[in-house]
């Protein structure tokens, strides 16, 4: 089945043994890192990254300021889901990511939800605007705001 994908993004992921819990399924705390690895994935492909201990480029430290999910159908079993994020919204220093962790085919959703991130200094850790770099990437990314009531008529 092919998908066809009107916003963001969809890295597979590979479901492993030790993601599993004694009842078979992805033990819930592994989807957070499902999403990571996605994530990671992704802007890894585009020079964000980590080597030798230190970030590639500055907006690669950041930070999880908040996350929210909600499970919706067991995965049971390893194999390869799909990711998929998106932009809801870039801040001048934060941006909220949605996505949807789905069957490999994109046929079932088994969990859904947000991750807030804000870009850090370094030296301070407090907030900081994101570079241009960062800026380019992330607007591939953005899911297109729905029309209003008017625009829609």
């Known amino acids: 089945m092919t998908t066809v994908l009107e916003y963001g993004h969809i890295e597979r992921v590979r479901i492993h043994y030790d993601d599993l819990d004694a009842m078979g399924i992805v033990h819930n705390a592994r989807y957070a890192l499902l999403l990571e690895r996605a994530l990671t994935a992704y802007w890894e492909e585009r020079g964000f990254s980590f080597a030798d201990g230190r970030p590639t480029l500055p907006d690669s430290f950041h930070a999880v300021v908040e996350f929210t999910i ?39 959703t088994h969990a859904e939800g947000r991750r807030t991130i804000v870009r850090l200094d370094p030296d301070t850790m407090r907030p900081t605007p994101w570079t241009q770099a960062a800026r380019d990437v992330a607007a591939s990314l953005i899911k297109p705001a729905l029309p209003g009531p008017e625009e829609a008529a």
């Open 70 to 108: 909600g499970y919706r159908l067991p995965i049971r079993g390893t194999g390869d889901v799909a990711i998929h994020f998106w932009l809801d919204s870039f801040g001048r220093t934060s941006g909220v990511y949605g996505f949807r962790i789905t069957s490999a085919d994109g046929t079932t």
